[in-house]
């Protein structure tokens, strides 16, 4: 715990985020601050199974306890894990109900909780109404937290940790193919929400034109996105169809060789900016207000003002007037230009 005078003792931290993919990527920066500013504190996480690969290597975190299963047998199987502990502070990175019910059962000295905004979402989705004053990422929320803790922030720029066997599975497959690392490009094409996907078609042409102008093009995307990137891949030469085939670690690493990731808004966005890769990224249901556009100087966002813009919290619902012309309407050579512009910026490493 810390003294009055503030001179630091052990401190005996849970951070708890169950999901998602890419909420859990950018919690990084958060632990590394805390480890910065509390050298001897023991941080344990708690996050659901699928996602402890993700922190496996961080050297950060002492114990990752994992969320297995579904409803309250497997809170109450994760709470018995935890009982056990005395933790100095529980910080609820998450703040819905599962959080709230783990963190009023466990003994704990102070509790910090991320600010969600809810209210004001739901203001600026159903009346357009926007009281958000100034735009807070969800980084730097997660920040915020640190400096509840009275840490003062280091600024640094913080990047994922990924081991050395991550990279060498990335060097291989790309070496596999007859490539070297030199003017790779990754394209996401996929998201969880079809609402959050530009068109397949675009993609399509975006890629064969990139690899006309000599840039080599690694697909990535989860198994689920496979056959998607195979039919972006068809009579492509000039390609590497990664998807289905890496960890979420490995994919850092191979965005880490690449020079930029053209991506919908989607976890690849916050995992290619951890590993130090800019971004050129499409943003159609959701918006900057909620926290979670590319924060790299030299990334892009790539979007079209539309006054039905917001329509949900994650893109999760389907367009009301079924033309999901927040992207479509977004052309290729927008998004070449984009692609181009961090290419050519000094910031953006050959």
Request: aromatic residues 8%; charged residues 25%.
């Amino acid at each position: 715990m810390l003294e009055k005078n503030g001179v630091q003792k052990d401190l005996n931290i849970l951070i708890i985020r169950f999901s998602s993919l890419g909420d859990l990527v950018l919690l990084d920066p958060l632990l590394k601050e805390i480890k910065m500013g509390f050298p001897q504190s023991k941080i344990d996480l708690a996050t659901k199974s699928e996602y402890a690969e993700v922190f496996a290597p961080a050297p950060e975190i002492r114990t990752i306890f994992t969320l297995d299963g579904r409803g309250l047998t497997g809170l109450f199987t994760l709470y018995r894990k935890l009982r056990n502990d005395d933790y100095d502070i529980i910080i609820d990175a998450h703040n819905v109900v599962r959080s709230l019910l783990l963190t009023f059962f466990l003994n704990s000295g102070r509790v910090l909780r991320i600010k969600k905004y809810h209210s004001k979402k739901i203001l600026l989705i159903r009346k357009k109404q926007n009281f958000f004053e100034g735009i807070s990422p969800i980084r730097d929320r997660y920040l915020e937290l640190a400096e509840g803790l009275g840490i003062r922030l280091s600024g640094k720029d913080h990047h994922l940790t990924i081991p050395e066997k991550a990279f060498e599975k990335a060097d291989e497959l790309i070496e596999s193919a007859g490539f070297k690392n030199n003017s790779l490009i990754a394209i996401a094409p996929g998201a969880r929400w079809d609402t959050k996907r530009w068109p397949e078609e675009y993609f399509h042409d975006l890629v064969s034109r990139l690899a006309q102008n000599g840039h080599t093009i690694v697909l990535i995307g989860d198994k689920s996105e496979s056959s998607l990137c195979r039919r972006i891949a068809d009579s492509e030469n000039n390609l590497i169809d990664a998807s289905g085939r890496l960890t979420v670690l490995e994919t850092a690493a191979i965005l880490r060789r690449c020079r930029l990731l053209v991506t919908n808004d989607s976890a690849p966005l916050h995992i290619s900016e951890a590993a130090g890769t800019p971004v050129a990224a499409l943003f159609g249901p959701t918006v900057k207000e909620f926290g979670f556009f590319p924060q790299m100087k030299n990334s892009k966002v790539i979007e079209i003002p539309l006054a039905c813009r917001p329509c949900s919290r994650n893109g999760s619902k389907p367009c009301r007037f079924d033309t999901k012309e927040c992207l479509s309407s977004i052309p290729v050579d927008k998004v070449l230009e984009a692609a181009m512009e961090i290419l050519d910026d000094p910031g953006t490493a050959d």
